[in-house]
């Protein structure tokens, strides 16, 4: 995440929003030139945007271009980031992954009936030249998101599940 200090960019990692406590620490981060932090500001807007998309269209998955667009952010500003990580919809996914780097499994058993099934859909639909290619792609992401660890989701305090 970065800060805006006079008219310099300091980067600070993933630290929380500057505070009187905390503004010491980031005076002495180091500075991104303006022309890397629209490169990256660009980026993460591209990969937000496919996002967007993915929640709409299966064969575009949702959260990884969320998360790319949030270490996008993180390189060029801190409004961009604090936007992305206090989203009521794309905030907890983040904070989820820079938290534990791991998915809960009821999200990724979804994605993958939601992948299965746009797949299915497109080799129905799709001229047979081509229709291989959204499962090739769904193939691909399946097999990347099998690869991360899963969150196991605890139940709320009290709940005596078995």
Not at 13 to 34: H, Y
Not at 79 to 103: K, N, S
């Amino acid at each position: 995440m970065g800060v805006i200090n006079g008219n310099k960019h300091v980067m600070t990692g993933n630290l929380p929003p500057p505070t009187p406590e905390n503004q010491a620490d980031l005076a002495s981060a180091p500075v991104r030139p303006r022309w890397q932090r629209v490169l990256w500001a660009l980026t993460g807007g591209i990969a937000l945007a496919l996002g967007v998309i993915g929640i709409v269209l299966p064969l575009l998955p949702t959260t990884p271009f969320v998360l790319l667009a949030a270490f996008c952010f993180a390189r060029s500003s801190v409004r961009y980031e604090h936007w992305l990580l206090t989203h009521p919809r794309f905030g907890p996914m983040v904070h989820d992954w820079r938290a534990y780097r791991a998915v809960p499994l009821r999200a990724k058993q979804l994605a993958w009936v939601m992948m299965v099934a746009s797949s299915a859909l497109a080799w129905w639909t799709l001229p047979a030249r081509v229709h291989w290619i959204p499962a090739a792609c769904c193939a691909v992401v399946a097999l990347w998101l099998w690869r991360l660890p899963t969150r196991v989701e605890t139940p709320p305090h009290g709940d005596k599940t078995t």
